[in-house]
């Protein structure tokens, strides 16, 4: 199947369209220009279409580099509300471990297992590289468990994670216990 495109023959708000594309590059080139002005407090008769462009480009550039820092590391942002307020966070919740009704946590590179109850792995603040961790979800209630690691990187167990995981493997609910085995597959 291929898409046919027609060349626009009518004119909008009273301008052809190569009037038109002239019309809304000039008037995004001036809203970049007024926010770039309000918002970073630059001299707006230092901007010239090039500088303007150049400075969103690192805006959009910072913007990205922020968002991988987040994705690849969450607890960034925990330590940075924890610095900035003075607060910290709550401590998470703890249960004792029944078998086969799931286990929920962080499995630190060194072996150490830090439980917390569904939903509160963002409670777990530790220095750990968040990438070299095993994350494990569940309800525990025997179902649907959920084993996962960071997708920043391939996961490779250390020694420790893998005797800590033969420890908690009568603990798992079955969905947990297929999820890892397919996780610990080596290629």
Do not use: W
Request: proline letters at 4%; aromatic letters at 6%; hydrophobic letters at 40%.
């Amino acid at each position: 199947m291929t898409n046919e495109v027609h060349e626009r023959k009518r004119v909008v708000y009273g301008m052809n369209e190569a009037e038109l594309r002239s019309a809304m590059d000039s008037y995004c080139l001036a809203k970049s220009k007024g926010a770039l002005v309000d918002i970073f407090g630059i001299d707006e008769d230092s901007l010239d279409e090039v500088k303007i462009k150049d400075q969103l480009l690192a805006c959009v550039g910072a913007g990205i580099t922020i968002g991988m820092e987040l994705a690849s590391n969450p607890y960034v942002l925990r330590h940075h509300f924890e610095d900035v307020t003075g607060a910290s966070a709550p401590a998470p919740s703890s249960y004792q471990l029944e078998e086969g009704k799931g286990v929920s946590g962080v499995l630190l590179p060194s072996g150490e297992f830090l439980k917390c109850l569904n939903a509160e792995h963002y409670l777990i603040s530790h220095t750990e590289d968040p990438n070299a961790c095993l994350y494990f979800s569940s309800k525990l209630d025997g179902v649907d468990g959920v084993v996962s690691v960071s997708p920043v990187k391939k996961f490779v167990p250390t020694e420790g994670q893998l005797i800590t995981v033969e420890a908690l493997r009568g603990y798992m609910d079955a969905s947990q216990f297929s999820m890892l085995a397919t996780l610990l597959q080596h290629d």
